[in-house]
């Protein structure tokens, strides 16, 4: 069966510090992968997306960047954190353009 | 451009009572629609979906969800409500590209 990971669960981290978030998926190959961040446990906002290894597409411009170095590693980097960047982040994959996503089970990043 | 509308941020019912977390959508072209629920600071789960065909959907946990196509709904659907249903609950559509669209999403609260 397929399961995907994320980590850190939680992290607190400085205005200004860079910020490293993995995620990976086990069970399947050539998965879509996907990051959202989610506010005040409300909406999702889609952040990247990738269909294969160094595909990225980025949906909303900021200071974040994501990179896929494997099949089944989805990464979300920082240079410099800042305070809106706090939230929920969740790592995403679906197996196909028309399916369903399964999700990890979040990062919850606190910038002070 | 593709929308998803979930109308009720908060929907209360009591515990054995049916429940209905209303959505609607719109989009070019057919749609994939699909039913998330989210715990308190966990990943969201898939629940349901719809492809094509018969316009009422099974899934998870005695969940139901009805495609109308005139209307542009999805509304999820409970016979009887359990507590353990509380939870925040978000709708989302494509149309076979990679994104999906998700609602702001409903708190369904269930009461003893």
């Known amino acids: 069966s397929q399961t995907i990971h994320q980590w850190p669960a939680t992290l607190v981290q400085p205005v200004g510090s860079p910020l490293s978030l993995e995620c990976t998926v086990e069970?399947?190959?050539?998965?879509?992968l996907y990051w959202y961040r989610q506010a005040a446990g409300r909406g999702l906002q889609l952040l990247f997306y990738?269909?294969?290894?160094?595909?990225i597409s980025s949906e909303v411009p900021q200071n974040l960047s994501a990179s896929r170095p494997q099949d089944r590693q989805f990464i979300l980097s920082s240079k410099k954190l800042l305070l809106s960047d706090s939230g929920f982040y969740l790592c995403?994959?679906?197996?196909?353009?028309?399916?369903?996503?399964?999700f990890g089970p979040g990062t919850r990043l606190t910038v002070l | 451009a593709q929308s998803v509308a979930q109308p009720e941020d908060q929907v209360n019912v009591a515990e054995g009572n049916p429940l209905t977390v209303k959505c609607t959508y719109s989009?070019?072209?057919?749609?994939?629609l699909f039913w998330y629920v989210q715990y308190p600071n966990r990943g969201l789960q898939f629940l349901l979906k719809y492809i094509t065909g018969d316009n009422l959907v099974k899934g998870s946990y005695g969940f139901e969800a009805e495609f109308n196509k005139s209307q542009t709904s999805f509304h999820l659907k409970k016979p009887s409500a359990l507590v353990s249903d509380s939870a925040l609950y978000f709708c989302a559509v494509k149309t076979g590209g990679f994104k999906t669209i998700f609602g702001a999403g409903t708190r369904l609260f269930v009461k003893a």
């Open positions: 989009v070019s072209g057919n749609p994939y």
């Open positions: 990738s269909v294969g290894i160094g595909q």
């Open positions: 995403a994959w679906g197996a196909i353009a028309g399916a369903e996503q399964f």
């Open positions: 069970g399947t190959s050539n998965p879509n």
